[in-house]
């Protein structure tokens, strides 16, 4: 595969499906004074990603190489800390996962999955209140964004693969002249879970990608704002 073959793939920008919805409801309840809660809904596909190597394959000085998917577990060769029960996880993993079990014995696509679908609503409350003098009125407004998360910390949270939206499934430390195989090491804890198993690179919270410095994007907050008119 030449890595400078200029190839259409899908766009680290592109939001395949999105749907837009809100409501407002109003009443006076009090005489002249208005109460109205208002609902807006952003629903849409997660941010597409590409399956690489976590190392420089074909040695460019960049560690972004789409992955080669092994139909099995001798298609490849394997590093020689990788025990044969972590050479049957990652068999496991690909198996059961769509986009790689249908491209088994292939080169990864650019850009060929997506994170999960996000659900994200803002809720608004705003209410009139009578005012000091006659013919004033004040208002008071509470304005929830991403309330869902408010309810459930894991709603209204959109994940996604690190910068540029690439994702590891195995380091491709080498490959082998006589065998024709690529070499796989998964023996790193960036491959494990908790319990030594094997995992992929996690998608995380898009929250920045400085680490240390999240920006609090996918995290619900409020906003009150008081109003007087006269």
């Given at each position: 595969v030449?890595?400078?073959?200029?190839?259409?793939?899908?766009?680290?920008?592109?939001v395949a499906e999105r749907v837009i919805a809100s409501a407002t409801w109003q009443h006076h309840f009090f005489g002249d004074y208005l109460t109205q809660f208002s609902l807006f809904g952003d629903m849409h596909s997660g941010a597409p990603y590409s399956w690489v190597s976590g190392t420089d394959t074909?040695?460019?000085?960049?560690?972004?190489?789409?992955?080669?998917?092994?139909?099995?577990?001798?298609?490849?060769e394997w590093a020689a800390a990788v025990?044969?029960?972590q050479k049957a996880q990652f068999m496991n993993?690909?198996?059961?996962?769509?986009?790689?079990?249908?491209?088994?014995?292939?080169i990864a696509q650019r850009n060929a999955v997506r994170a999960p679908w996000?659900?994200?609503f803002d809720f608004a409350f705003r209410q009139e209140i009578p005012g000091i003098f006659e013919g004033n009125k004040?208002?008071?407004?509470?304005?929830?964004?991403?309330?869902?998360?408010?309810?459930?910390?894991h709603w209204g949270v959109e994940q996604r693969a690190g910068f540029p939206l690439i994702r590891n499934l195995a380091n491709v430390s080498g490959y082998n002249p006589v065998t024709g195989k690529y070499i796989y090491d998964i023996s790193s804890g960036a491959y494990k879970d908790k319990n030594g198993?094997?995992?992929?690179?996690?998608?995380?919270?898009?929250?920045?990608?400085t680490p240390g410095v999240p920006i609090p994007s996918q995290r619900w907050s409020v906003m009150i704002t008081a109003k007087y008119k006269f």
């Open positions: 030449n890595p400078n073959t200029d190839i259409a793939a899908t766009s680290n920008y592109s074909n040695g460019d000085g960049y560690s972004r190489d789409l992955v080669y998917i092994p139909k099995s577990v001798t298609d490849v025990t044969d029960a993993y690909v198996d059961n996962n769509s986009y790689l079990k249908k491209h088994e014995g292939e996000i659900n994200q004040g208002e008071l407004r509470f304005d929830f964004f991403n309330i869902g998360n408010l309810f459930n910390s198993n094997y995992v992929p690179q996690s998608l995380v919270i898009n929250e920045g990608q």
